[in-house]
């Protein structure tokens, strides 16, 4: 399976195509292709035209995190369906696909979204003020990645790493 975003709306008919969102004045087109290289795009609502859109598939191919201009959709491949959508306030800042356990795992303004196949597993907020989260990569069963904050905005953002079995959040001040 593979997601690719399109830089140009395709010809009507060129595709099956399923919507997902609820204002298309701004859009996002995605083609997918699955194992049997057969092709469908899907049609996402875009929050915010600078918002980051990028596309992540779970190591099944069977379901994709969709992130359009901040705002993110996690849908069911084989099917065409939307599973969850994040409503896109606060926009998405970063997202990686995690391997055991399997995860999306998602960085805003000031929350972390952490998403299994069904949905929202967990939403974890910092303690402390936060800015913007932003995940790097996965290290064993850890996320890492950098946090912003008011608090720190004349140096260089902070490390911090968040444990994908316990949830906890760990910032390496």
């Given at each position: 399976m593979s997601a690719e975003i399109l830089k140009i709306i395709p010809t009507s008919g060129e595709f099956t195509e399923s919507h997902f969102g609820e204002s298309f004045n701004s859009q996002l087109w995605v083609k997918f292709t699955d194992n049997n290289f057969e092709e469908w795009a899907g049609c996402f609502s875009m929050e915010s035209l600078s918002g980051l859109s990028f596309t992540l598939i779970n190591k099944e191919n069977t379901k994709s995190l969709i992130v359009a201009g901040g705002k993110g959709y996690l849908?069911?491949?084989?099917?065409?369906?939307?599973?969850?959508?994040?409503?896109?306030?606060p926009l998405i800042d970063s997202a990686i696909r995690t391997s055991n356990p399997d995860y999306f795992v998602l960085g805003t303004f000031y929350s972390i979204y952490v998403l299994n196949d069904t949905g929202v597993l967990k939403e974890i907020r910092p303690d402390t003020i936060i800015d913007g989260i932003y995940f790097k990569k996965q290290t064993g069963n850890k996320a890492i990645g950098e946090l912003a904050s008011s608090e720190n905005q004349y140096k260089n953002n902070v490390d911090f790493e968040f444990d994908l079995t316990t949830f906890e959040l760990k910032i390496n001040y």
């Open positions: 849908i069911d491949l084989d099917e065409k369906k939307l599973i969850i959508a994040l409503d896109g306030n």
